[in-house]
């Protein structure tokens, strides 16, 4: 593959107030800026589709490294569908795509994902391929980028227990700033959602001082028991939207649905995870937060339901970031429609997104990953088998 032929592929932004990514049709050999849709360009009948589905978190990125892998290798497509982490590890563990995507790696435990996938289908292998961050984006008249919040006033908003923007809580926290007696909608996601299970994982951890009581989840249950206003949407990119197109709400997305906006969205900055300062979210700010992290990683094939990125040590790192996942089987043959050559095809797209394709994650504020990470994707990669042959020496 030669490095003269990467492509940069990244959004031009919102229009006005809606996100429309999935419409965006770019011919990589061109370097037409955007993001790829894979599928939707005519096809021989020699080419290879990879399928996959899950996380809008990681779209971004997985539309760019797509493009430009297929630019290098035409004869191969990568049919990637934005639908949720949710539906992604449905859609995986039923074998209905290749691959799946998730924010929220496989639940642990003798009756979590990971041993039911194991017993009912074969071994699934957990590749982190990203690391991202999620912002607290919101669209108040008069307040600008900055508007300060901790753990704790998140989770007291998020679950209804303050209502309104003046309330004295954030009131305290945002000296000098002018904030309306308006009420605050809670813009969240409708689907089951990775970047909702990082988000409510940081409004239940111990930087909160609150009791969060909807639950660490992809699906929590937002409507229960509280007094707050809610507006329900699908994916980052329609929270990005709701927030954008509704005055006085807050919702969660990942960074680059905030900094790929056109007008620019405003969004919070964080109490980081030593509880002394304030910090925005940023690549500079993310990374700093991968390189504090004192997470101990697993192999491949084993148990990432417990490795957290979240509220990393020193003044500087952003308190809410996250790896996200690809979900493969170990042994590729379980898969329907999967031949030597597709499974030869797809080992190939793997190792590319690990190494040449980590060089479009600055580009869209994604942090690259970090060599030791990168190491035990390598080896995750060498498990893969067709047939019980080795597909990557």
Known sequence: MSASKDVVIRTTGISK???????????????????????LL?????????????SSFVFPLLSAIDANYTASNPNVQINYQSVGSGAGITDFSTKIVDFGATDAPLSGGPIGQRANITRDTGTPLTIPESIGAVAVAYNVNGISTGLKLNATVAAMIFQGNITQWNDPIIANMNLGVNLPS??????HRSDSSGTTFIFSSWLNSSNSHFPWK???SKTPKWQYGTQATYL????NVGVAGGVQQNPNTIGYVELNYVL????PMTYATVLNGDQNGYVLPSLTTSTYAVNNSTASLPTGDGDWSKVTLLNAHGGSSYPIVSFTYILVFKELSVVPGMTQAKAQAFVNYLWYVVHNGQDQATKLSFVALPSPVRTIDEATIRMMTYNSVALHS
């Open 42 to 54: 005519k096809q021989s009948s020699s080419v290879i589709t990879i399928n996959g589905a899950g």
């Open 182 to 187: 308006s009420t605050i909608t809670v813009v």
């Open 232 to 235: 329900s949407l699908p994916q």
């Open 214 to 216: 909807l639950g660490v």
């Open 260 to 263: 790929s906006t056109t007008p």
């Open 17 to 39: 107030s809606i996100f429309v990514i999935s419409l965006v049709i770019v011919a990589a050999v061109s370097g037409v800026a955007g993001f790829f849709v894979p599928g």
